[in-house]
């Protein structure tokens, strides 16, 4: 194995709380400078602001970044390439829970009734479609089996997919076509980026390219009704980027243990 560049390079989306400011922070602490994206510049800069109370005054930059523009999206990329002449880490964390809450019920552990399903494909498949690319029953049944066949998954097939779910959606027939209702949109963004992931690693074999399920975690993304502390929800992450060159690529891992699809 090739020895590490002495310093390395890393871009977490979404980063300017919860598991991707944890993600953020730990990477930093092993040396490595880290830009931190948000859509937001104030809340941003802010971050950055908090993690420099830590020691990370010279290792962790802020840009702005909202992964469903384009334009963006390439400015981060100009800024990289600009900045430092590579990547090394890319971490996509940027995503929403796609769903509104009823607190109340959220409080009284009624989870099936705290959330209303929403739509967030656009940000969890489309966002980071696009930002990869520039930084470098039956029906269910079916359309699992399709993002499940890592031999012969394409990026088109994966689209496919989207596709037809977001017309059920626009149908109200997720039941009937035997898709997931609770929590749709999220479960099912999740399953695309983790298809998507077996596609990149095989365009990509020099790259490592995985995905990862960080386990229940209290987020603001999930009003604090997780069970683990986002410092054991990161250290998942951190631990798959620093993995060495000849580790695994195009899995599924479930916090620290690698998983079926």
Same mark, same amino acid.
């Given at each position: 194995?090739?020895?590490?560049?002495?310093?390395?390079?890393?871009?977490?989306?979404?980063?300017?709380?919860?598991?991707? *400011?944890?993600?953020?922070?730990?990477?930093?602490?092993?040396?490595?400078?880290?830009?931190?994206?948000?859509? $937001?510049?104030?809340?941003?800069?802010?971050?950055?602001?908090?993690?420099?109370? *830590?020691?990370?005054? @010279?290792?962790?930059?802020?840009?702005?970044?909202?992964?469903? %523009?384009?334009?963006?999206?390439?400015? =981060?990329? $100009?800024?990289?390439?600009?900045? *430092?002449?590579?990547?090394?880490?890319?971490?996509?964390?940027?995503?929403? !829970?796609?769903? +509104?809450?009823?607190?109340?019920?959220?409080?009284? !552990?009624?989870?099936?009734?705290?959330?209303?399903? !929403?739509?967030?494909? $656009?940000?969890?498949?489309? &966002?980071?479609?696009?930002?990869?690319? %520039?930084?470098?029953? @039956?029906? =269910?049944?079916?359309? /699992? /089996?399709?993002?499940?066949?890592? @031999?012969?998954?394409?990026?088109?097939?994966? $689209?496919?997919?989207?596709?037809?779910?977001?017309?059920?959606?626009?149908?109200?027939?997720? %039941?009937?076509?035997?898709?997931?209702?609770?929590?749709?949109?999220?479960?099912?963004?999740?399953?695309?980026?983790?298809? /998507?992931?077996?596609?990149?690693?095989?365009? /990509?074999?020099? *790259?490592?390219?995985?995905?990862?399920?960080?386990?229940?975690?209290? +987020?603001?993304?999930?009003?604090?009704? &997780? =069970? =683990?502390?986002? @410092? %054991?929800?990161?250290?998942?992450?951190?631990?798959?980027?620093?993995?060495?060159?000849? !580790?695994?690529?195009?899995?599924?891992?479930?916090?620290?243990?690698?998983?079926?699809?």
């Amino acid at each position: 194995m090739a020895d590490q560049p002495t310093k390395r390079y890393a871009v977490v989306t979404g980063s300017n709380r919860g598991i991707g *400011f944890e993600i953020c922070k730990q990477l930093a602490t092993k040396g490595m400078t880290v830009v931190l994206t948000v859509r $937001d510049e104030t809340n941003g800069v802010e971050a950055v602001g908090k993690l420099k109370q *830590f020691g990370f005054s @010279e290792t962790v930059v802020f840009h702005r970044l909202d992964v469903t %523009e384009p334009a963006s999206v390439s400015s =981060l990329a $100009d800024f990289v390439r600009t900045q *430092f002449g590579r990547l090394d880490i890319l971490v996509n964390n940027a995503g929403n !829970g796609g769903v +509104t809450a009823d607190e109340d019920a959220l409080r009284d !552990g009624v989870l099936g009734k705290g959330f209303r399903v !929403g739509n967030e494909i $656009d940000l969890n498949w489309s &966002g980071t479609l696009m930002e990869t690319n %520039e930084l470098s029953e @039956e029906c =269910l049944k079916t359309n /699992y /089996y399709v993002l499940g066949d890592a @031999e012969n998954l394409t990026e088109d097939k994966v $689209d496919q997919v989207l596709r037809i779910f977001m017309n059920d959606v626009k149908e109200d027939s997720l %039941e009937a076509k035997g898709w997931p209702t609770l929590l749709a949109t999220y479960s099912i963004s999740k399953a695309a980026m983790n298809g /998507y992931a077996r596609v990149l690693a095989k365009k /990509y074999p020099s *790259f490592q390219i995985n995905c990862v399920c960080p386990g229940s975690v209290k +987020t603001d993304i999930n009003y604090n009704t &997780g =069970l =683990l502390p986002v @410092e %054991e929800g990161a250290e998942s992450a951190v631990r798959l980027v620093l993995l060495p060159n000849n !580790g695994p690529s195009g899995h599924f891992f479930v916090r620290m243990a690698r998983s079926e699809f």
